[in-house]
């Protein structure tokens, strides 16, 4: 465990060196500051590395991940990403990558009570719950698991949309795309759920800030 642990240092010194053997530069300049294009919202799942599966280098993507990839209104810490990343950075593309065989969605399917984190699955039942019809019609359970999967990264993608933070930047004309995807850890790919949102007007009315 602890040879695990101290190669951890070394392979860090390894890369330092990489990196710089290239570029002498390269720690330099991103010291200087970053302007990343991109917002990711992921899943904390070990096996989706946001920067590895898009080739993105550091400095282009900033990054906020939980369990689910969720968007809940009343998280402070992805509040306080999104608003810095909007307003501060300037963000141009905002994607939230969701996974299959994500093990929070599936534990939202069940009954089973985990504990603490039961209040944070309750969030993905909501969405259970709006798409019920389409779910329960779904009797392969794998296949409901994926559609599940799915409709929960549209559910934030559209919960993103709904956030004062986002309409404020669009009413000001800022220039912000939401993307919703979907990360296979079996083979690598993400599909793009081809949607693609770039103002409220899709919104419930009732979601539709006059700002
Ligand atoms: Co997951």
Not at 32 to 59: F, H, K, M, T, Y
Not at 176 to 198: M, S
Request: aromatic content about 10%; some cysteine.
């Amino acid at each position: 465990m602890e040879k695990y642990y101290n190669q951890l240092i070394e392979n860090n010194k390894e890369w330092v060196a990489s990196k710089t053997k290239v570029d002498p530069e390269y720690f330099k300049r991103l010291a200087n500051g970053q302007q990343p294009p991109i917002l990711w919202i992921g899943c904390a799942d070990s096996r989706v590395p946001a920067n590895e599966i898009i080739g993105a280098q550091p400095g282009e993507v900033f990054v906020h991940r939980n369990i689910a990839n969720m968007v809940i209104h009343t998280d402070m810490s992805m509040l306080s990403v999104l608003d810095y990343a909007v307003n501060v950075l300037k963000v141009k593309h905002i994607i939230v990558c969701g996974h299959y065989g994500c093990g929070g969605v599936a534990a939202a399917m069940t009954n089973k009570h985990f504990g603490l984190i039961d209040n944070w699955i309750r969030h993905i039942k909501d969405v259970y719950r709006f798409h019920h019809e389409e779910l329960n019609y779904i009797k392969d359970e794998k296949a409901r698991l994926n559609r599940f999967i799915e409709l929960n990264v549209v559910e934030q993608v559209n919960d993103l949309a709904k956030t004062s933070i986002i309409q404020s930047a669009w009413e000001k004309d800022q220039k912000i795309h939401i993307h919703g995807w979907v990360y296979d850890v079996a083979d690598g790919f993400v599909k793009d759920l081809g949607i693609n949102l770039t103002d409220n007007n899709s919104l419930q009315d009732v979601y539709q800030l006059e700002i």
